[in-house]
């Protein structure tokens, strides 16, 4: 069953998760994602950091009985801003131009709006059980 807590978990893994493989391995990640012109290293750095944050302090709003729906609207912002950054990026040809990066950007937007939605969907559910 999903809850908010499992949505903000499942939000959380995948920020710490993506975040280490940019911090640990930008080099990597950047010719996974594009052949032409690499992604800056020191971006997917700093951007791994804002990711392991993030999913830190989704952590830590899963753990509130009823996390706050400004704070929930914030991270669900976030995951929608997310989202348009990664398609800007695909329709300017800019960094993400392998195929499997492509694919594999489309994919982490898509899952990335998935969990915004689903949090602002379960944030409303407990108001209205809670009314």
């Known amino acids: 069953m999903f809850t908010l807590k499992n949505v903000l978990i499942a939000n959380a893994t995948s920020c710490i998760i993506f975040g280490l493989i940019f911090i640990c391995l930008p080099i990597k990640v950047a010719v996974f994602l594009g052949s032409d012109t690499l992604f800056p290293e020191l971006i997917l750095q700093i951007l791994g950091a804002v990711l392991v944050f993030n ?77």
Request: aromatic fraction near 12%; hydrophobic fraction near 55%; include cysteine.
């Open 55 to 131: 999913g830190l302090h989704l952590i830590w709003a899963s753990l509130q009985q009823t996390p706050n729906k400004w704070l929930i609207l914030y991270f669900s912002f976030g995951d929608f801003l997310w989202a348009i950054g990664s398609s800007v990026l695909l329709l300017m040809g800019l960094w993400i131009t392998t195929k499997a990066g492509i694919i594999s950007t489309i994919l982490i937007a898509i899952m990335v709006t998935v969990f915004g939605i689903m949090q602002i969907i379960k944030r409303r559910e407990i108001c209205s059980i809670e009314n």
